[in-house]
C-alpha cells in the first residue's frame, strides 16, 4: 500500500503507521493492519499500490467481488478525495491485464486514477548494477538460474515524455500524478525542541518556583563541595568579595543565563540526574571529556569532574550564545555497565519515549570491488588482489582510486573483467550496505517517539528509523553514553587495591594530579593499556618529551594528532631551550607561554582570536568550528574578518595579521 503524508498531522500519523508495522506488526515483513490504517488515516493520501497490493492481488487471483469489496473499505478510511487508483506499466504481463480492470473499479467508485512507475534505479541502463546488487543482497551469483530477478528493465525514473507514451489509454492518470504531488505540503518542526521536562524531586518543587531556580540552587551546592566557597548574588557582591568568589559566582550567573535562554535547564538537570544515579550504583563513570569540561555549571551538578578555571577552559565551546546548537555531553561509563544507565533512563522517561538510533553502513570502494567480483563468480585470490589495489585511504572512492593507483587504472584498462567490476561498483558504492545501531547515541523525548519519528527494532530494542542528524534537526534530545573499556579496568584495578591492607579506603577519583612516580612510568613509555597512550608513535613521543607535569601530558596527547603534529619539534625545543620559543604578536604570549609558543588547543585558538581581532568568544567558536570541519570557503570568510578585527583593534597591519591566520 503506498501511503504519502499531505501535511503535518499526516506525517506524524504515517510514523506511528510505519513504526507500529514494524515495532509491533512485523510478520516476514513490516505490515499494519486495517484498524490501525483507519484510527491513523488523517492527513494520508492512499494508493491501490503495485501488482503486489492487496487489491490488485485479489483482481489477479480472480476474486473480483473481493477487490470491490476491499476498495470499498479503502474508500471508507481515507475518503474518496485521498484515494488513488494506482496503474502501472513495465511491460509485464499481469500490469497489463490489471489496468482495465482497475479502470472499471475507478469508475464504479468514482475515484481518480494515477500512473506511476516503480522506480529501483535512477538512470535505464544502472538495470545491470541493480541486478548485481540483488545477487549481493540475497547472496546469490549473477549466472544462477534459479535466483530472484527483476526480468523487465524498466524500472528506472521515466520522463514525463516517456510516462505519456506509456498510459496513452488514460492520459488523465498523468495530470493526476501532478495534482497529487501538489497536495502534499508536509512542513516539519525544525529548531523546536521536544526535550523531555525534568520532573523536580516532590519534597523539592513546593520550595522553588521553576527548574531555573532549582538548578541554581544544585550549583550553590556544588560550589560548597568543589571549592568549599558560597555562592554570592550579585546584588550581595562588594568592592571587598573574595576574588575567587566573585570569579565563581559571575562565570556561574553568565553560564546559567545562556543556559536558561537557550532553554537547555532540563538538559542539565537529566545528565546531572541520571550521573548521580549511576554514581550512587557503583558504576564506574569517566571524568568527562570534550568541549562539556568547559562548562562550570556541568562541574558543579557532578556531570564532569575537570575543574574548567583550573585548565583554562572556555564555557563557549560547549554552548554558544551566538549560534545555538544543543549542548553534547560526551559521557564514558564502565563498558560492563553501560546498559544498567540506559535502562534507567528507559524506566524514568518512558519505554516509548527512548530509542537508540540507526546507523546505515555503505557500500566503501573495496567493499563494492569484493561483493561485485564474488556475485560474478570471480575466484577468491583475483578478487582479494583486484580490491588489494584500492588504496587504503578513507571514504576513498573508485574515481579516486583510479587516479591515486596506477597499478589500478592498468589494470582497469586491460582486464575486461576488471572494467566491468569498477563500472557497476561505481553505480553501488555509496549505497546502503547494511544497517546497524549506533554506538553512544540514545534519543530521548517528551512524547512517544513514533509520533516524530518511525522506528523500528533491532535485536528486540527499540530504534530510530532516521540517522542522528535529521533525528537533532528534528529537535530531539540526543545522548551519548560511551562504553570505555579503560574504565571497566580501572574499577577492577581499584577493587584489587582496595583489599590490600591500609588501602581499604583508596578511590581512583581522589588521587593526586602532581605523582613523581607516574610521570616516571610515562617517561620511560611504559604505557601499554594506558588510554590514549599506548600506541608505538606516543611511547616514542613519551620518550622524547621528559613529562613533569599533568599540563605536559595533556599537551602531549593533544598533540599527537594529524595538523599539530608538525609542531612537535617545536615543542620539545622550545620546553628544552626557552629561548628558541617565538611569538608571531606579543599578544600571543599569555595565551601560548605554557605551551612553548605553539598554539595547541582549541581554547588557545579562540582566545588568540578574542585578544588579536576583538572576536567574541561565541564569535571565535565559529571560528573553531570552521577550522576543525575545513571548510575552505568558511575559512576566507573569517580570514576577512580576523584580518580586519585586528586593525581595528590593535592597528596590526594585513600582512602581519594573515601571518598570524
Known sequence: LGLLAKNFEGYCNLSKVVSDAHVDGFYYRPRTDLETLAEHADGLIGFTGCMQGWIPQKILHGKDGEAEEAMGQMVDIFGKENYFVELHNHGIE????????????????????????????????????????????????????????????????????EMEDLFKEAPEAITNTFAVAEMCDVKLPFGENNYPVFTMPPEISSEVEDNGSYLLSQCTEGMKSRYGLDYQPPELRKEDTEDKIRELSERLDYELGVIAKTGFNDYFLIVADFMLWAREQGIPVGPGRGSGAGCLVAYLLGITDIDPLRFGLLFERFLNPERVSPPDFDIDFCMRRRSEVIEYVREKYGRDCVANIITFGTFGAKMVMRDVAR????????????????????????????????????????????????????????????????????????????????LTTQDGVLTTQFPKDPVEDLGLLKMDFLGLKTLTVIAEAESHIRKKKGFEEFRVTEAPLEDEKTFNLLNEARTIGVFQLESDG?????????????????????????????WIPDYIKGKEDPSTIKFPHPLLEDICSETYGVMVYQEQVMEAARLIAGYTLGGADILRRAMGKKKPEEMAKQREIFVKGAKDTNKIEAKKANDIF
Not at 551 to 563: H, S
Open 538 to 566: 606516543m611511547r616514542r613521543l613519551c620518550r622524547q618529551m621528559t613529562i613533569s607535569n599533568i599540563d605536559e601530558i595533556i599537551a602531549l596527547i593533544a598533540l599527537y594528532r594529524p595538523g599539530p603534529m608538525d
Open 94 to 161: 499481469e500490469q497489463a491485464q490489471l489496468v482495465p480492470e482497475l479502470l472499471k473499479l475507478a469508475k464504479k467508485f468514482d475515484l481518480k486514477v494515477i500512473a506511476s512507475n516503480d522506480v529501483h534505479y535512477v538512470k535505464g541502463e544502472d538495470w545491470a548494477p541493480h541486478d548485481a546488487l540483488l545477487c549481493i543482497q540475497t547472496g546469490s551469483k549473477l549466472d544462477d538460474p534459479k535466483r530472484m530477478r527483476y526480468d523487465a528493465r524498466e524500472f528506472y525514473l521515466k520522463s514525463r515524455e
Open 375 to 454: 556475485v560474478r563468480d570471480l575466484p577468491y585470490a583475483e578478487a582479494d588482489k583486484l580490491a588489494k589495489m584500492v588504496p587504503d585511504d578513507l571514504n576513498i572512492s573508485l574515481d579516486e582510486a583510479l587516479e591515486k593507483s596506477p597499478e589500478f587504472r592498468e589494470e582497469y584498462e586491460k582486464n575486461p573483467i576488471a572494467t566491468q567490476i569498477v563500472d557497476t561498483g561505481r553505480v553501488i558504492e555509496g549505497m546502503v550496505r547494511n544497517v546497524g545501531t549506533h554506538a553512544a547515541g540514545v534519543i530521548i523525548a517528551d512524547r512517544p517517539l513514533k509520533e516524530l519519528v518511525p
